[in-house]
């Protein structure tokens, strides 16, 4: 049984700083395509991230620059740096696994596996 269980939410400043992490359980971070994406009130959710089953990392253009996604084989935990945080950067949190490659690591419906959620505000 796959488990994921994110913390680091939080309220933060314009400007500020959160990382979040995503402890799994019932399998591996590094064998799997594992993701983060959000959800703001009254939007879809969005991708965020993600880091391939080879270490390589994905970013999507609205966090490029800001956003860090990295894991820790041996915690077996997946982490979202987030540096210069916005108040568009509001939204529930979602860590997710998959099996295999991030080949359209967007889709959300290719992901079997979700962590609660965690919430993000900027203000």
């Known amino acids: 049984h796959v488990q994921l269980v994110e913390s680091g939410g939080g309220s933060a400043q314009v400007g500020g700083s959160l990382r979040l992490s995503c402890a799994v359980s019932?399998?591996?971070?590094?064998?799997?395509?594992m993701g983060w994406f959000r959800q703001a009130p009254g939007k879809e959710r969005e991708g965020v991230a993600a880091?391939?089953?080879?270490?390589?990392?994905i970013v999507a253009d609205s966090v490029k620059g800001r956003f860090t996604i990295s894991r820790d084989n041996a915690k077996n935990t997946l982490y979202l740096q987030m540096n210069s945080l916005k108040p568009e950067d509001t939204a529930l949190y979602y860590c997710?696994?998959?099996?295999?490659?991030?080949?359209?690591?967007?889709?959300?419906?290719?992901?079997?596996?979700w962590g609660q959620g965690t919430q993000v505000t900027v203000s």
């Open positions: 997710a696994a998959r099996g295999g490659a991030c080949w359209a690591w967007k889709d959300e419906n290719l992901y079997p596996q």
């Open positions: 019932g399998d591996t971070v590094s064998s799997n395509c």
């Open positions: 880091v391939d089953s080879d270490g390589s990392t």
